[in-house]
């Protein structure tokens, strides 16, 4: 990224910006081509392969539920905390007026369509949203990146009758799609292994693109990016602990200490999954939520809770609307906790899902991707620190249910 800053900089001042533009920019196209691409395949594939590995759900009902229902109910907190953050603060307002208009009308196209697609929604009856959601084609709301949502029903669908089906009927299906969930994981490592470069391309077409903006572009970033920090430490130091002291009265404070090498790990790895093994250990050894409860919620919630991303994804899609110029209406809004809530229930614990995730957000409420350029040169230091929080979420609310079943034995 610094240098891609850095050849940015020279390209406009030593004004061989044609150079870059012709040779560099479309590296930084192909990396956000690449992200688009996999978007679909990943929250098909993960979310039916989720689901069916909800089984033991099923069995152990009354825990699975309070799980499930806790997990949605943080996550939904923090994209709130997001949206209620970027809303008054503006980090995209940075940007001069003149230079969002002149952006706006540069991708006037996509975002005319898309928009009035989002505002058909609008104009139409009060459950129409709901009738939106049902796809009556699966191939065409494949193959159109604004029916993400329809994709996302059928998803349940499919994977909600896997659950209901025996193993004999089911197994082949479940193998094949468990393969194609590695398959899918591993080509999101094959773009992350890319994605340097892709960075440093997209700096450059930034800057180049940005190059009357330079000093209110990198305003904009650190404005952006203090607000997803913010809104994260708001969970560390605010949500989660009151969460802990209302429904456990656990000193946050021994808490804190006890899972704090596991946040660390997640923090340098930028990858809940990775870290999970030591999660575990730690919520078992230090905190002292029973084994059965770990094994369980823990797994569960490195697959589908993940606060900081969905925070993020909040501050990220709204920022990006700013930088346009485009008014986000409270529809928008709702539908931006409702995707990222499912969003980040289909992402992956893996570095960088939660941008792959984000195309699918700004999809559904007509936000042009090309987008994502412009805050993916911060975007690994922000994966760290929301993969810190999406941990602390899962122990937080592992101990929560461990206290309800009585299954908290904080060690002396
Ligand atoms: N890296 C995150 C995790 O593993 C997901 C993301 O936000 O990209 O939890």
């Known amino acids: 990224m610094a240098l891609g800053i850095i050849w940015g900089l020279i390209s406009v001042y030593a004004e061989f910006d044609g150079f870059s533009k012709d040779y560099i920019a479309p590296w930084g196209e192909i990396f956000i081509r690449l992200l688009k691409l996999i978007a679909i395949p990943l929250i098909f594939v993960s979310l039916v392969s989720g689901i069916s590995n909800l089984k033991d759900i099923s069995r152990l009902s009354k825990i699975g539920l309070k799980t499930i229902g806790l997990y949605i109910f943080s996550t939904v907190v923090a994209i709130s905390i997001g949206l209620l953050l970027v809303n008054p603060l503006k980090p995209g307002a940075a940007f001069t007026d003149e230079y969002r208009s ?3 009308q540069k991708y006037q196209e996509s975002i005319g369509e898309k928009q ?3 505002s058909n929604l609008k104009d139409s009856g ?3 949203f ?3 959601l049902v796809p009556d084609n699966i191939v065409g709301a494949a193959a159109d990146n604004s029916r993400m949502l329809q994709l996302i029903f059928f998803a ?6 896997m659950v209901a089906l025996p193993e004999s009927k089911t197994g082949t299906v479940k193998k094949f799609i468990d393969g194609l969930n590695e398959i899918v994981l591993k080509i999101i490592d094959f773009i992350m292994k890319f994605a340097p470069f892709g960075v440093f391309a997209l700096m450059v077409s930034l800057l180049v693109d940005y190059a009357n903006q330079i000093t209110e572009l990198f305003v904009a970033l650190g404005a952006y990016s203090g607000t997803v920090i913010l809104g994260l430490m708001l969970m560390i130091f605010f949500v989660y602990p009151f969460m802990l002291w209302i429904f456990t009265g656990y000193k946050f404070r021994k808490f804190y200490k006890a899972i704090f090498p596991a946040q660390l790990l997640a923090f340098s790895t930028s990858s809940s999954a990775a870290t999970l093994p030591v999660t575990m250990d730690r919520c078992e050894k230090k905190i002292g939520i029973s084994k059965d409860i770990c094994s369980f919620v823990l797994p569960v919630g490195a697959t589908i809770n993940m606060d900081g991303t969905s925070l993020y994804q909040g501050v990220a899609a709204v920022f990006i609307a700013q930088s346009y110029g485009i008014d986000l209406d409270l529809m928008q809004q709702l539908t931006i906790i409702l995707t990222a809530t499912l969003a980040s229930i289909g992402a992956a614990a893996v570095p960088g899902a939660g941008i792959v995730m984000l195309v699918i957000v700004l999809e559904s409420i007509g936000l042009p991707t090309e987008g994502i350029a412009l805050i993916l040169a911060v975007d690994r ?3 760290m620190l929301r993969t810190a929080v999406n941990i602390t979420g899962d122990s937080t609310i592992a101990t ?3 206290k309800s079943e009585n299954k908290l034995i904080p060690p002396e």
């Open 102 to 104: 002149e952006f706006n």
């Open 156 to 161: 349940f669908l499919f994977g909600i009758a």
């Open 116 to 118: 009035m697609a989002a």
């Open 400 to 402: 929560i249910i461990a």
């Open 130 to 132: 709901v009738v939106e």
């Open 381 to 383: 230091v922000l994966d």
């Open 126 to 128: 009060p459950l129409d």
